[in-house]
Nanobody, 120 residues
């Protein structure tokens, strides 16, 4: 069974930085796109950043210039470096990955989420 486990969330002051990590484990054949989404209270889940297996990236306008997504394919891990954090970045951050696992069809998996709180 495939699992995504996030880490790195926490409480930080405005202007600070955090680095989120997400590790995929299980009987994985290949991982295609990986990404980070977030959901603030009372709002819909939204894409923050995405990275393909080849390293192409896509960012939400709110993340451009402040956040950087990267991945280590050998470790089945995706990272989100978040700098110049703002109170409006406060949300639960979810890892998402498009995974082809052994004996199962290709599908999107989600992590359990990690809380990020940015104080003003």
């Amino acid at each position: 069974q495939v699992q995504l486990v996030e880490s790195g969330g926490g409480l930080v002051q405005a202007g600070g930085s955090l680095r989120l990590s997400c590790v995929a484990s299980g009987r994985i054949y290949s991982i295609n796109a990986m990404g980070w989404y977030r959901q603030a209270p009372g709002k819909q889940r939204e894409l923050v950043a995405q990275i393909t297996s080849g390293g192409s990236t896509n960012y939400a306008d709110s993340a451009k210039g402040r956040f950087t997504i990267s991945r280590d394919n050998a470790k089945n891990t995706v990272y989100l470096q978040m700098n110049s954090l703002k109170p409006e970045d406060t949300a639960v951050y979810y890892c998402n990955a498009d995974i082809w696992s052994v004996g199962a069809p290709r599908k999107a998996y989600w992590g359990q989420g990690t809380q990020v709180i940015v104080s003003s």
